[in-house]
């Protein structure tokens, strides 16, 4: 997203040379898209260190510059690749994520949060008391916005095992990888009576009854239409700007 109160002249000049250059369909292609662009994006933003400069530009529509605010895209411009691991509760989210993880990456585990903040840290996991999970779940959704506004080439994990249509879609508009864990009903549904706390078997059910099925309905970003890859139209007086990959690696959403 563009910086904020730098309007004028020459913003508005910028942004119709933006649209010159690559065109004016909106790049980001988000869940309100109107598709036709009238505003400039900077893919690494500029509260965030992005130049003004061709090849951090791209063309985008309101509604969609706004949305997106500051955060990364991921993979994009030397920033971190982003994933989001979903799944019902004992599906194997957070040993997938140790799995998959390299030793610089960041992980955000509500589990492994609240965990951290007890000084002493009970034997089974998802068991602390109320006011630890407030706690955590505060100190969750800082980590989770510091790590979307990160822009070093490292590994960021989010365990998001009941995210809602409108998360899905925002993670689809930043080309976050999104990967799905479920073993299955019965499976899960085992490992939860005999590892988690009773409560566990309510959010087991609430998960394959109505977050998998709803999530499932979460459009694409432009219908089943990946977002176009935008390349710079030549001109005699400036070469052509190289355009960071925006293939997503989303493969397995639900």
């Not at 292609?29 to 003004?52: R, S």
């Not at 955000?108 to 009970?122: C, G, H, K, S, T």
């Not at 969750?140 to 365990?159: D, E, F, N, Y």
């Not at 001109?235 to 639900?254: D, I, K, Y």
Request: with cysteine; charged share 20%.
């Amino acid at each position: 997203m563009g910086g904020a109160k730098r309007g004028g002249s020459a913003s508005a000049a910028l942004t119709r040379r933006v649209i010159e250059v690559y065109g004016d369909v909106c790049w980001l292609q988000g869940p309100k898209c109107t598709y036709k662009a009238t505003t400039k994006d900077h893919v690494i933003p500029f509260h965030e260190g992005g130049t003004d400069d061709m090849d951090n530009l791209r063309p985008a529509c309101r509604s969609c510059n706004s949305w997106r605010r500051n955060q990364a895209m991921s993979g994009m411009a030397g920033g971190p690749v982003i994933t989001v691991v979903i799944g019902p509760p004992a599906a194997g989210k957070s040993t997938y994520v140790r799995e998959h993880a390299g030793p610089m990456d960041v992980a955000i585990d509500l589990d492994e949060i609240a965990r951290a903040l007890m000084p002493v840290q009970p034997d089974r996991t998802h068991v602390y008391p109320a006011h630890v999970r407030h706690v955590a779940i505060g100190a969750r959704s800082t980590a989770i916005h510091r790590a979307k506004r990160l822009q070093v080439p490292c590994g960021v994990w989010i365990i998001h095992s009941m995210p809602t249509p409108a998360d899905v879609a925002e993670y689809r508009m930043l080309r976050y990888r999104i990967v799905t864990i479920d073993p299955g009903r019965e499976t899960v549904e085992r490992r939860a009576a005999a590892e988690r706390p009773e409560v566990m078997a309510q959010h087991v059910a609430t998960w394959y009854d109505l977050v998998a099925p709803a999530l499932a309905q979460t459009p694409t970003p432009g219908g089943e239409t990946p977002p176009p890859t935008l390349q710079p139209t030549p001109t005699p007086t400036e070469p052509e700007a190289p355009v960071p990959s925006t293939t997503s690696t989303s493969g397995g959403w639900w």
